[in-house]
């Protein structure tokens, strides 16, 4: 492997270090630059290691946000293991508050395991996957439905082969305790962080907290105490979880492609429901109106699956394709 990042911390040194991690980067108004991809790390003690990552999608906020308050305020003494927090991995995302890069274009989580030869994302995909999942036993992907959906509050579970780390997974995302557990695969796509992680097999959990190209002050506060849940259940965090209201989430998962009611013309969608409405297939879902074409009757979409509105697209504005509505289906039996 020739890899060119390097870091400006030391991952088996003890107390708190806040710094980045470097990968040297050619644009034409930089010729010996770096992108810095911030990183922090607090160790104390013997315990198992977690990875939190934020900001792998750019204009989601309430995991970069819970990470950046606890790169702030958590000593050393407070934690019994170690943490590795990583608030912003797709930065130039991040701070441009995009869900891709603007550098390259790439969706930062469709790029792993990555290349460290690659472009940009793909160099940071690559160091994620072979430099900071081999120190980890946990991880925790800090996801919201960004500029584009408005998804209800969750912890996502990520499918996997192994029974064992199957039941870690359940065990971590039942002690996040949000509202709702939703098994997503994403169509299987193995290029994801979550997938990635169980495959180096780490515990692994996922979220999607809200969304809309806004932060929502409910929804950040079940972020924040979430995390704190889970890294006290891994015993990293001293003390209990924190009481929560929303008590043993119902279980849900997406159907595969009918979970999914899609764009299928160019035009301005009008949702018929609100999220968390119970909705059944064949059920009109919604309308897409051309308003440039006053002579044109609205297109009406439908459900294909029963289950819940789980997320909704923020925009009004539509084009063929486009993800319109997400059901949630009710999950058959118990994830264990």
Known sequence: MSRTAFTTIDFDKPGKQIG?????????????????????????????????E?????????????????????????????????????????????RTSPVDGLNFNRTFPGDAKGTITQQI?????????????????????????????????????DPELHKCNVAAVRAFD?????????????????AAACKAGLTTIGTEMGGGGT??????EIC???????????????????????????????????????????????????????VKAGEPAGRIHYTWDPAREPEVLHYQADGIVYGRRQPGRVKPGNCCLVVAAPYEGDIG
């Open 20 to 52: 980045f991690v470097m990968i040297p980067h050619s644009p034409h108004d930089d010729a010996w630059g770096v992108t810095r991809i911030p990183i922090a790390v607090i160790a104390n003690g013997k315990g198992p290691t977690v990875i939190l």
């Open 54 to 98: 934020g900001g792998n999608h750019g204009d989601e906020y309430e995991g970069p946000i819970t990470i950046c308050e606890l790169i702030r305020s958590l000593d050393p003494g407070q934690i019994e293991g170690r943490l590795i927090m990583m608030p912003a991995n797709n930065v130039h995302a991040v701070m441009s508050g995009t």
């Open 125 to 161: 995909s690559e160091f994620v996957a072979n430099e900071v999942f081999p120190r980890g036993d946990a991880f925790l992907d800090l996801h919201s439905g960004g500029s584009s959906l408005d998804i209800l509050p969750s912890t996502v579970l990520e499918p996997t082969d």
């Open 178 to 194: 949000a509202p709702l557990i939703v098994v997503v695969s994403n169509y299987g796509d193995t290029r994801t962080a979550t």
């Open 215 to 220: 932060v929502r002050t409910e929804v950040l």
């Open 224 to 278: 924040r105490r979430g995390v704190r849940n889970v890294l006290a259940h891994l015993g990293v965090l001293a003390g209990k979880a924190v009481a929560a209201p929303c008590g043993k989430a119902p279980l849900f998962h997406l159907p595969g492609a009918k979970a999914f009611v899609y764009a299928t013309g160019d035009g301005v969608f009008e949702p018929f429901h609100p999220n968390g409405q119970s």
